[in-house]
């Protein structure tokens, strides 16, 4: 079974520092990918990024970076000067491959909440 | 290009009522899914479907729900007897076919929050 744990539950900063947010994840599959959502107080859900479990390479996009580690089963989130619009709830997701041609269910992390204060 | 539409935004029902929930996909996308979410859970996924097919529903409560997406038209969450505890918000998300890539990224919907009063 496939199980996601975001262990920090609540994370206040100040602006302009640097935060991360861990994910550490359970499957027995090889073929794997994990997500990163967003969760503004607005309550819409916004898709951050995917990674499939062959491409270890860490990825940056504007002020987010990821690391994932296969070696900890870890995909870790860091926002670099954070600002209070980052204020949210974020989760951490993976899902199994299935059959081609077909997608898969997500299992989500409970969320870790943001509150980045001015 | 219009995201994954979900109403209504906000529905109350009192016990034992029925609650019809709709999502229509982005454009393009065939796939469908539902989640809930309960206060102070995270989401939990319920169903995924394609058109006129129910591919995975590992975690749709047994009684009183059920999911549909027809060939035409939106995809449809039915709760039949409404109780207390039903009340959370559904997520409903969309996504293209797989592909040699390998799965999808998911589209989600603004969710309806359903009160059961």
């Known amino acids: 079974a496939q ?5 920090q539950t609540e994370i206040s900063v100040v602006e302009k520092e640097d935060v ?6 359970e499957t027995r599959d090889t073929t794997y990918y994990l997500f990163w959502y967003k969760q503004p107080p607005s309550g819409e859900l916004v898709f951050l990024i995917r990674r499939n479990s062959f491409d270890e390479q860490n990825e940056i996009s504007g002020r987010y970076s990821w690391n994932f580690q296969k070696s900890t089963s870890s995909f870790n989130f860091t926002i670099t000067a954070s600002q209070v619009v980052d204020s949210a709830v974020y989760f951490c997701a993976l899902s199994e491959a299935s059959v081609k041609g077909a997608n898969s269910k997500l299992t989500f992390g409970k969320g870790i909440t943001l509150s980045v204060r001015p | 290009n ?10 109350v029902r009192r016990r034992g009522q029925e609650a019809r929930l709709r999502c229509s996909p982005m454009k393009g996308h065939s796939h469908v899914y539902w989640y809930r979410q309960l206060p102070e859970e995270g989401l939990k996924f319920m169903v995924y479907l394609q058109k006129e097919n129910i591919i995975d529903e590992s975690g749709m409560p047994k009684e009183r729900f059920s999911a549909e997406f027809p060939k035409e038209g939106p995809s449809i969450l039915r709760i039949q007897q409404v109780v207390r505890g039903d009340s959370a918000a559904y997520f409903c998300a969309s996504s293209p076919k797989g592909g040699l890539a390998g799965i999808n990224e998911q589209y989600f919907g603004p969710g309806t929050r359903l009160t059961v009063t």
């Open chain 1, 20 to 25: 991360t947010l861990d994910c550490v994840y």
């Open chain 2, 2 to 11: 219009a995201g994954v539409m979900q109403n209504p935004r906000h529905l």
């Open chain 1, 3 to 7: 199980k996601v744990t975001q262990a």
